[in-house]
């Protein structure tokens, strides 16, 4: 048992120096700008479109900090938050070697990056034609929405609670800020969550 535990307490410390090591080696810096081809609203949280810090004017270069399929999270005048990815046109990312094992600095450009958002209008107009892609790619929800509209609009829930009661399934998507009322995959109502 001893030798063991010992056995797995060296591969740890094997394991912990190597991810140590690349990571040394791996040290980089990633910044990437994004221009806005319309006016946006910044939100404070992604789950509550009704939490808007600032509109950014068209043109205005922001600072993104990190993105999903929907958003994207950025700095813009000392203001950071979240806006619809669909807004911004992202320039080139630089990547620059801060530290290298070998105490080496340079700066190596890599590809554009891909229009996320473009790729994501198309899946979204080939799945519901044009009509409902422009009105999902811009996070609105309605009654009558079927839940996969729902996750496409705003993502999945944080936490579902579902009842099935005979034929009837009775479900509450509670999102940060929000909760959502689906009955048999149809969203009949919603409101702000409870704190």
Known sequence: MKKTFAILLL????ISLNAQTNKLNTNQSVTTTGKLTNSSRLFASKDDLTSVIVIIPADSIVTVLDSDSTYLHVVYDDNE???????????KVAVQNQQSFQNQSSAQPTEPVVDQQQSRYSYLENKYGTNMASKLITGKIWKGMNSDMVKDSWGMAEKINRIISGNVVKEE???????????????????????
């Open 11 to 14: 591969a740890l410390a094997v």
């Open 173 to 195: 998507w509670i999102f940060k800020n929000t909760w959502l009322y689906f009955e048999n995959n149809t969203l009949l109502e919603w409101g702000p969550a409870k704190k």
């Open 81 to 91: 938050g979240y806006i619809f990815n669909r807004h911004v046109v992202l320039n």
